[in-house]
């Protein structure tokens, strides 16, 4: 039992930073956030809540520079500043945007919040058990090598998020008329967007490359169609 222990720590102390991770984030939105009120937007995330059953789909702006979307951990969405301005400069559609809601909606509605807290506090534990077993065999990099190894599982499960989100959000899309298009036109567009230049490799990525969640979202919507049609 002794020798759990420190897993056993770990494991709770991941729970705690990941809550108190979640109240900040979510005091951080409310100070900084307002209400989203574009009307072509307001229109498409109509289609949205109707599509989902639902009687309003509230999304919010939050007021950084960076170009993002996110889901909180309470289910709220977001849109960030930067990204509303990119859309009434032209660089985006509404339709893009509206693609970016869905997309955060399927976050929402898998699940992954809770997930991704559950994740996290395993992760902590492998760490914290990695770090005793490489400790003793390569003293000094075993903490670094432990960090690295974690860090890659982390990766790993971000990127089955999205895939999912992708799917989930590009079922939504065309079951309301929006269609896929504007999905794959700003996965295509947001490396130009958000400056990024290059990419770390695939073990390291938080989110699957472009062309293969392209390829992915394409796969889809082919089975969706009937035998036969174009």
């Known amino acids: 039992m002794l020798r759990l222990t420190p897993i056993l720590i770990a494991i709770l102390a991941g729970l705690i930073m990941y809550m108190i991770s979640a109240w900040r984030t ?6 900084r956030s307002t209400l989203l009120a574009d009307a072509p937007i307001l229109k498409l995330t109509s289609q949205l809540a109707k599509t989902l059953n639902l009687k309003n789909l509230a999304v919010y702006v939050y007021e950084v520079d960076q170009v993002n979307g996110l889901a909180a951990p309470d289910g709220r ?3 960030t500043r930067g990204f509303f301005q990119a859309y009434h400069a032209g660089k985006v559609t509404a339709a893009e945007i509206a693609s970016v809601i869905a997309h955060e ?3 929402v509605a898998l699940g992954h919040a809770r997930r991704r807290m559950i994740d996290f506090s395993g992760q902590n534990a492998i760490r914290v058990a990695l770090m005793m077993v490489l400790g003793r065999f390569i003293p000094g990099l075993g903490v670094y090598l432990a960090n690295f190894l974690t860090q890659m599982l982390s990766a790993r499960l971000s990127r089955q998020d999205e895939y999912e989100a992708d799917a989930w959000a590009a ?8 269609g896929i298009a504007p999905q794959i036109s ?3 567009k947001i490396a130009g967007l958000t400056g990024q230049r290059g990419e770390p490799p695939v073990w390291l990525l938080s989110h699957p490359k472009t062309v293969e969640r392209v390829a992915a979202i394409k796969q889809l919507a082919s089975s969706w169609k009937p035998p036969g049609s174009r």
Do not use: C, M, N, T
């Not at 979510?26 to 100070?31: Q, S």
């Not at 079922?171 to 929006?178: P, T």
């Open 26 to 31: 979510g005091r951080e939105l409310d100070a």
């Open 77 to 79: 969405i977001f849109i």
């Open 105 to 107: 909606l399927g976050h």
């Open 171 to 178: 079922a939504v899309l065309v079951k309301s008329g929006i």
């Open 186 to 188: 700003l996965l295509q």
